[in-house]
């Protein structure tokens, strides 16, 4: 994969817009002691909590590791949280311009506790989510849409991370579409669910159980899956649709690129696939809105996911890494 090094200082100095649900992750780590006497679960004595940027604000924070710029768009509560969270992106040199506060939902935060004892990994026990999947008020949507408006022109590709909470309605879906176009911006979309409403994009990626659901169809083999590529390429106009299959790597069609199939980097350790998919697309769109081809921007984004699995919880990588991993 040396020949993707070439690629890797290029993915700094863009500019790149994320819109999406933000969250709080809390980690809460602890040493597990002895089994309860209440209910067959472990005792934890607490070591220590961390909070970090979660949702749509980690493909942010991979931007910025790599040396490009990131705007977050997306809404947070009239709360303490949404302060830390606020906090939490002036930190990571995000710009927090495109955040809305909502004075009637919660910051979203999602806590994971977890065991850890050397020498043994990390293993999550619970995991409690504080969100409100309401849908967005008249009014939260047309600020929303209003800071979109006035910052796409400003940049060159646009994320949308959808993590299924209600920011990335039609509407607030349709501007994004209509002001990429209008202002030459990457249209890339990384979703979860909802996939038709992303028609058109430069990129369209989700995971192979998410073009399942879109296509209502099992993936089983690789007829399956250039089949099943061609036909969401066709049903969501898109450029460029790429599909991750976890250890079976991916799969991508574009219209410069017939279907392919690329195995997954290899990884001698898989400590937490979380955040996996995040790097993946913010590597895959800096790389396009560099000039990279769609096979080598798709190498060099597996890549990169194959160094973030190695870590516990989200994580970035940086450019010293990322080429690290391609000359290995």
Same mark, same amino acid.
């Given at each position: 994969m040396s020949d993707l090094a070439p690629i890797v200082p290029r993915l700094a100095g863009r500019k790149a817009l994320i819109v999406g649900d933000v969250t709080l992750d809390e980690y809460l780590y602890g040493r597990a002691t002895r089994l309860s006497r209440e209910a067959p679960i472990p005792v934890l004595e607490l070591l220590r909590r961390e909070i970090i940027l979660g949702g749509a604000a980690n493909p942010a924070r991979n931007i910025v590791a790599l040396g490009s710029a990131a705007t977050q768009v997306g809404v947070v509560g009239a709360d303490a949280e949404g302060e830390q969270l606020r906090g939490l992106l002036r930190e990571a040199a995000i710009d927090d311009q495109g955040l809305v506060v909502s004075p009637r939902r919660p910051t979203t935060r999602k806590t994971r506790v977890i065991a850890d004892e050397s020498p043994r990994l990390p293993q999550q026990v619970a995991r409690l989510d504080r969100l409100d999947?309401?849908? %967005? &008020?008249?009014?939260?949507? =047309?600020?929303? #849409?209003?800071?979109?408006? *006035?910052? #796409?022109?400003?940049h060159e590709a646009v994320i949308c991370s959808d993590y299924q909470l209600g920011l990335l309605t039609p509407a607030v879906v349709a &501007?994004?579409?209509?002001? $990429?176009?209008?202002?030459? =911006?990457l249209f890339c979309v990384d979703a979860q669910g909802n996939s038709r409403y992303y &028609?058109?994009?430069?990129?369209?990626? $989700?995971?192979?159980?998410?073009?399942? *659901?879109?296509?209502? =169809?099992?993936?089983?083999?690789?007829?399956?899956? =250039?089949?099943?590529?061609?036909?969401?390429?066709?049903? %969501?106009?898109?450029?460029?649709?790429?599909?991750?299959?976890?250890?079976?790597?991916?799969? %991508?069609?574009?219209?410069?690129?017939?279907?392919?199939? #690329?195995?997954a980097a290899r990884v001698s350790e898989v400590y937490d696939t979380t955040g996996a998919g995040d790097t993946f697309v913010a590597v895959t769109a800096l790389a396009l809105?560099?000039?990279?081809?769609?096979?080598?921007?798709?190498?060099?984004?597996n890549a990169a996911a194959a160094l973030v699995v190695r870590r516990y919880g989200n994580a970035v990588v940086t450019p010293e890494e990322l080429i690290g991993a391609v000359k290995a």
């Open positions: 999947r309401a849908a %967005l &008020t008249y009014d939260e949507e =047309a600020r929303i #849409i209003a800071a979109l408006t *006035a910052l #796409i022109p400003l &501007t994004v579409r209509e002001q $990429c176009r209008a202002h030459g =911006a &028609t058109g994009a430069d990129l369209f990626r $989700c995971n192979d159980r998410e073009a399942e *659901a879109a296509l209502g =169809a099992p993936l089983r083999d690789e007829a399956d899956f =250039a089949a099943g590529l061609g036909r969401l390429r066709g049903e %969501l106009g898109a450029r460029l649709v790429i599909v991750t299959r976890g250890p079976a790597g991916l799969s %991508l069609e574009g219209e410069s690129a017939p279907y392919l199939h #690329i195995p809105a560099s000039g990279a081809g769609p096979i080598a921007a798709a190498r060099l984004a």
